[in-house]
T-cell receptor, first 113, second 118 residues
Framework: ETGVTQSPTHLIKTRGQQVTLRCSSQSGHNTVSWYQQALGQGPQFIFQ???????GRGNFPPRFSGLQFPNYSSELNVNALELDDSALYLC????????????FGQGTRLTVV | AQTVTQSQPEMSVQEAETVTLSCTYDTSESNYYLFWYKQPPSRQMILVIRQEAYKQQNATENRFSVNFQKAAKSFSLKISDSQLGDTAMYFCAFMKHLQETSGSRLTFGEGTQLTVNP
């Protein structure tokens, strides 16, 4: 087990609602990346946070946003939920300069109905 | 943009035997990293093995080894002496080499479900 913790583990939301997912990074890690993994597919990069700023973004609309806090934990916010947002959301933490040594959390399973 | 392709959606192997999972990728980068990750039913992505593109020698980690063919853009994973605990989804992934932190990201393939049978 890694030191990366995600909450909640499961979540059911209604289309149009907003959701916040949380990630606590491993001790000493200052970079957090978020990925979306649809059922039966590989994870897709959403964005990365470093020093509390977005530091790279994948092909996701602006209704996907995030935050990083001074303790390096992070939030992923999704507004105006759509059915296609149903997926496993994974966060990965790493040290700056050591992005090849990322540790993943166990993910949040989001279901939009 | 980089792409990663895993052409084997499912594979099975008998316990104690050897299995090879295939991965090809496409990139114009010359310096990059390749990875194999394992995702068991617990959902947590676990790093199995990592290869740096500038290194000629194939990476090995205990029962896991890779065959990295840079010119062919191929990166296969060999699992020797397969164990029941190896049953999982395996993902091949690519990362560009960047200085410090610059939004470097993993690009994953679609995955191969490996089942180890007793």
């Amino acid at each position: 087990e890694t030191g990366v913790t995600q909450s909640p583990t499961h979540l059911i939301k209604t289309r149009g609602q907003q959701v916040t997912l949380r990630c606590s990074s491993q001790s000493g890690h200052n970079t957090v990346s978020w990925y979306q993994q649809a059922l039966g597919q590989g994870p897709q990069f959403i964005f990365q946070y470093y020093r509390e700023e977005e530091n790279g973004r994948g092909n996701f609309p602006p209704r996907f946003s995030g935050l990083q806090f001074p303790n390096y934990s992070s939030e992923l916010n999704v507004n105006a939920l759509e059915l296609d947002d149903s997926a496993l959301y994974l966060c990965a933490s790493s040290r700056a300069g050591r992005l090849t040594e990322a540790f993943f959390g166990q993910g949040t399973r989001l279901t939009v109905v | 943009a980089q792409t990663v392709t895993q052409s084997q959606p499912e594979m099975s192997v008998q316990e104690a035997e050897t299995v090879t999972l295939s991965c090809t990728y496409d990139t114009s980068e010359s310096n990059y990293y390749l990875f194999w990750y394992k995702q068991p039913p617990s959902r947590q992505m676990i790093l199995v093995i990592r290869q740096e593109a500038y290194k000629q020698q194939n990476a090995t980690e205990n029962r896991f080894s890779v065959n990295f063919q840079k010119a062919a853009k191929s990166f296969s994973l060999k699992i020797s002496d397969s164990q029941l605990g190896d049953t999982a989804m395996y993902f091949c992934a690519f990362m560009k080499h960047l200085q410090e932190t610059s939004g470097s990201r993993l690009t994953f393939g679609e995955g191969t479900q490996l089942t180890v049978n007793p």
